[in-house]
């Protein structure tokens, strides 16, 4: 799991009954952020519910951030915020709060994250010419890849050996 940029941890422990949470957005693209977020937080294994540790998430708009991937988290009494500037820094802001929740016993430490990627291009290669995997498998290869925070997946589909989809209209395709 890649490491944060930046990372401090307090000395206070805020206590949350409940390892699920509740999501609310405030900024641009509401819609879309709350439906990503939810999506980190489920591939984590994190359930939403009405009664989870508060999750806010605001986007803001700053020119000067050159990494449109980054955000900072923050962990207090209040619960969980996230500061973005893009879909995709919520996104990872959402990944990285729920690491932190599933790792946790009900208690969280205080805590503030400042994060931003080493490198733009953080792929995955899979070769499914060569080796046969299962559609079930793949999915789950994919929610790996989000929570390690990998953002281009490389897919291997076809080469001289064979092709491995079915096009209806091509059937010679998958029989030669």
């Known amino acids: 799991i890649p490491k944060p940029f930046s990372f401090e941890k307090g000395n206070k422990i805020i206590n949350f009954p409940s390892k699920s949470v509740t999501i609310s957005?405030?900024?641009?693209?509401?819609?879309?952020i709350l439906n990503k977020s939810q999506t980190a937080f489920s591939i984590a294994g994190i359930n939403t519910s009405e009664n989870g540790i508060p999750v806010i998430i605001q986007m803001i708009s700053d020119n000067d951030i050159s990494d449109k991937e980054s955000y900072t988290l923050l962990i207090n009494e209040n619960g969980i915020h996230i500061k973005a500037t893009t879909v995709n820094g919520a996104f990872y802001g959402c990944v990285s709060a729920a690491q932190v929740i599933k790792n946790s016993n009900g208690e969280l430490h205080e805590l503030s994250i400042k994060d931003k990627?080493?490198?733009?291009?953080?792929?995955?290669?899979?070769?499914?010419?060569?080796?046969?995997?299962?559609t079930a498998f793949i999915k789950k290869m994919l929610d790996a890849c989000a929570l390690h925070k990998l953002n281009i997946f490389h897919w291997h589909l076809t080469d001289d050996q064979g092709w491995r989809f079915e096009v209806p209209g091509y059937p010679k395709l998958t029989e030669t």
């Not at 957005?25 to 879309?32: C, E, L, Y």
């Not at 291009?121 to 046969?132: I, K, P, V």
């Open 25 to 32: 957005v405030s900024g641009d693209k509401q819609k879309d």
């Open 117 to 134: 990627p080493n490198h733009i291009w953080r792929g995955f290669l899979l070769d499914t010419c060569r080796s046969f995997y299962s």
